[in-house]
């Protein structure tokens, strides 16, 4: 059966975890798929872990089109969700339409756009136009240069309101989904328990309604230090196929993410 944006939804209202990992490929989506993942992000993490490029910045609408293509050629069940890439949904909400209609043809069902209040008009058109969309608010990587590197947002008492503010206003806006990405734990339990709609966190501790994390990560393939959020599921395990299951159950029963990987 096919997993829809009201599933989700649905699981959240009966407290049922959902897990979603990265997914750019064909191979990688039947593997997910069999292993019981929820939600395959097409996302433009691609940008550093498929082009080796250091941000998110110079991954164009034409890559991410590319790889939802090649992610929904394979997926039969999981809800395809694709990262709209910088500059392609920044300056008006009816060029963020035009962008998204496209990365619906090539086979999402939802997309993902970066940015808090600012992004409530954009947000409300695509979705009373019939374009499902995840918010993501904290950690926004298309954002890096304005934050500075890639640290815990909403850990004072005013970034935190804000942070609040902006995930309620998406709601309001129409957003089904809203990611909360390297925030402080019970800031993400509070948004979580606030807004009627799911949440996944990357990063933001065990309260939210769904896990994400990037593929290669969570199969120990990360460049340099490991991110305090990332466990590498590959470690102790045999296969591929094995370290992908045993992700999926460990969200679902709440055993990942714990104390120790979240802030
Ligand atoms: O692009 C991506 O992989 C993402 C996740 C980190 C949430 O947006």
Request: glycine share 8%.
């Amino acid at each position: 059966m096919k997993l829809t944006l009201p599933t989700l939804q649905k699981m959240a209202r009966n407290q049922e975890k959902f897990a979603a990992l990265t997914c750019y490929d064909a191979t990688f989506a039947a593997v997910l798929e069999q292993a019981g993942v929820d939600v395959l992000l097409v996302g433009d993490s691609l940008g550093n872990v498929l082009q080796g490029a250091e941000t998110t910045l110079s991954v164009s609408l034409e890559d991410m089109i590319y790889h939802t293509r090649c992610v929904a050629r394979s997926a039969s069940h999981a809800l395809i969700m694709t990262d709209m890439p910088f500059g392609s949904y920044q300056s008006s909400p009816q060029q963020a339409f035009a962008n998204a209609a496209r990365i619906l043809a090539a086979g999402a069902h939802m997309v993902k756009i970066e940015g808090g209040q600012v992004m409530a008009d954009t947000i409300h058109f695509l979705t009373q136009r019939g374009i499902p969309v995840c918010a993501h608010v904290g950690l926004t990587p298309q954002s890096i240069h304005q934050l500075g590197g890639y640290k815990l947002q909403g850990n004072n008492e005013k970034s935190a309101k804000q942070l609040l503010d902006d995930a309620t206003a998406l709601e309001q806006a129409g957003a089904g989904l809203v990611v909360l990405e390297v925030v402080p734990a019970k800031l993400a339990q509070a948004i979580t328990q606030t807004l009627s709609i799911p949440t996944i966190g990357i990063g933001a501790g065990s309260h939210c309604s769904g896990q994400v994390l990037v593929l290669h990560d969570m199969l120990g393939l990360y460049q340099g230090k490991k991110p305090r959020f990332v466990k590498d599921f590959f470690a102790d395990c045999q296969n591929i196929q094995q370290a992908i299951a045993n992700y999926v159950v460990a969200v679902k029963t709440g055993q990942f993410p714990n104390e120790e990987h979240a802030f």
